[in-house]
């Protein structure tokens, strides 16, 4: 039977008393869509890797919580940091629900020079990474993940900070996903609909990212981000 998953973050949890709280959008959902009664089985994630069996109680905010078990997915082995010039309107959206689904560790907006959009100040920027964090949280819930991708705050090309191996993907001058060699830590970075300045990919390559172009067909910026995503787990991954 398909597992009823609900999230809670850590602080939520009372494993002294073996109880744990939902949060009142969670309840209602227990409560007034699934329609669950005192006694029904349940699973809570953490977003940080943890599930547990638990059962209703007549509150419905609060579950007994049974036993620890494993997540209803494994998590995968690489760790991939997504890192994705913005976009306009949905597609944004679009790469944070499909990349968490396909196994992302982070998410990092990129600020580029030919980026589809430009942020007003910050707040504009803490929005929008709430909106992103809310689909991430659902996209995970779908997915069977007890781990939710962590999205950070826009941040400017040139201030990225990386992490194993760095790829940037081009639409010219790169080299074959071939030349790519096995790790277990990568941070990728996928350009807007206008791609990479000159000066962005000099600079890359002065950071020793290896910069990689796919086949002969240009893809719309969403379209990459999940391609590359699919395509890494495929070769260093668990997308097998």
């Known amino acids: 039977m398909t597992r009823r998953r609900f999230h809670a973050p850590p602080a939520a949890f009372n494993l002294t008393d073996q109880t744990v709280n939902l949060a009142a959008s969670e309840a209602r959902h227990l409560r007034d869509v699934l329609r669950l009664k005192a006694g029904d089985e349940v699973y809570v ?4 890797g943890r599930e547990f069996r638990c059962t209703v109680t007549r509150e419905a905010a609060e579950l007994h919580i049974e036993a620890e078990v494993e997540p209803a997915k494994p998590e995968s082995q690489l760790q991939l940091n997504l890192c994705v010039a913005l976009l306009k309107g949905e ?3 679009l ?5 968490t689904e396909l196994g ?3 998410i990092t907006p990129l600020i580029t020079r030919y980026a589809d959009i430009h942020l007003r100040d ?3 920027a803490a929005k ?3 909106r992103w964090q809310r689909i991430a949280l659902e996209a995970a819930k779908q997915s069977g993940r007890a781990f939710v991708p962590e999205i950070s705050l826009p941040v400017a090309f040139e201030s990225l900070e990386t992490n194993g191996a760095c790829v940037m993907f081009s639409e010219r001058g790169g080299e074959s996903l071939e030349t790519l060699r096995e790790s277990e830590t990568i941070t990728a970075l996928v350009g807007s609909e206008g791609g990479w300045s ?4 000099e600079s890359a390559r002065a950071r020793d990212f290896h910069v990689i172009t796919l086949g002969g067909r240009i893809l719309r910026a969403e379209t990459a981000a999940v391609t590359v995503t699919a395509l890494l787990q495929h070769m260093f991954g668990d997308l097998k």
């Open 45 to 48: 994630f953490d977003g940080e």
């Open 91 to 93: 597609k944004f959206d």
């Open 95 to 99: 790469v944070v629900q499909k990349a």
């Open 104 to 106: 992302v560790k982070r």
């Open 122 to 124: 910050q707040s504009d």
């Open 128 to 130: 929008r990474v709430v």
């Open 198 to 201: 000159d000066e962005e990919i």
